[in-house]
Antibody, heavy 118, light 107 residues
Framework: QVQLQQWGAGLLKPSETLSLTCAVY????????WTWIRQSPGKGLEWIGE???????NYTPSLKSRVTLSVDMSKSQFSLKLSSVTAADTAVYYC????????????WGQGALVTVSS | DIQMTQSPSTLSASVGDRVTITCRAS??????LAWYQQKPGKAPNLLIY???TLESGVPSRFSGSGSGTEFTLTITSLQPDDFATYYC?????????FGQGTRLEIK
């Protein structure tokens, strides 16, 4: 059974960098797009970006200048960094597995609330 | 970006009812549409992809239809476990986008 477990700092000050990591247990790490999605009351569900095992990435244009995705195949982990955060980045952040070919999200992490406040 | 608009925003129904949720795309997305169910405090759960293909393990009372710009999710014979929020998502083109959600509540 595939499980995604995520962790990272939950409280940030404006201008700091958000950092989250997601570990994948069970199943193959190759052959999928590993994805970050966030959810806030104001903007609903927002796709942030994706990365595959080779490091190929796609980002949403509105966040592209501030987002970095990375992958560590040796640990079956992938990570999100979002720089220069503001209160607008306050959200629950999810990692998810993107199924190649169908491009939908079939396994999700438990979610992590990240709050940006001075 | 492709805008996804769901209706209604809230739907009140009773156990045993048949309900339909609509999702409209701002441009054609063929059948590259998925539906998710989300319960409070939990991650979304994939129900349907490619507009009408039921994900493994999802009860057959859930069904999806549509193509182009208009899609529907139908739940026949509502069960207590079905009261949740439902989202559509397009994966026709980047950036992938979601509808704003439809909250299905008990009447």
């Amino acid at each position: 059974q595939v499980q995604l477990q995520q962790w990272g700092a939950g409280l940030l000050k404006p201008s700091e960098t958000l950092s989250l990591t997601c570990a994948v247990y069970g199943g193959s790490f190759s052959g999928y797009y590993w994805t970050w999605i966030r959810q806030s009351p104001g903007k609903g569900l927002e796709w942030i970006g994706e990365i595959n095992h080779s490091g190929n990435t796609n980002y949403t244009p509105s966040l592209k200048s501030r987002v970095t995705l990375s992958v560590d195949m040796s640990k079956s982990q992938f990570s999100l960094k979002l720089s220069s955060v503001t209160a607008a980045d306050t959200a629950v952040y999810y990692c998810a597995r993107g199924r190649t070919g169908d491009w939908i999200f079939d396994y999700w992490g438990q979610g992590a609330l990240v709050t940006v406040s001075s | 970006d492709i805008q996804m608009t769901q209706s209604p925003s809230t739907l009140s129904a009773s156990v045993g009812d048949r309900v339909t949720i609509t999702c409209r795309a701002s441009q054609s997305i063929s059948t590259w549409l998925a539906w998710y169910q989300q319960k409070p405090g939990k991650a979304p759960n994939l129900l349907i992809y490619k507009a009408s293909t039921l994900e493994s393990g999802v009860p057959s009372r859930f069904s999806g239809s549509g193509s182009g710009t208009e899609f529907t999710l139908t739940i026949t014979s509502l069960q207590p476990d079905d009261f949740a929020t439902y989202y559509c998502q397009q994966y026709n083109s980047y950036p992938y986008t979601f509808g704003q959600g439809t909250r299905l509540e008990i009447k």
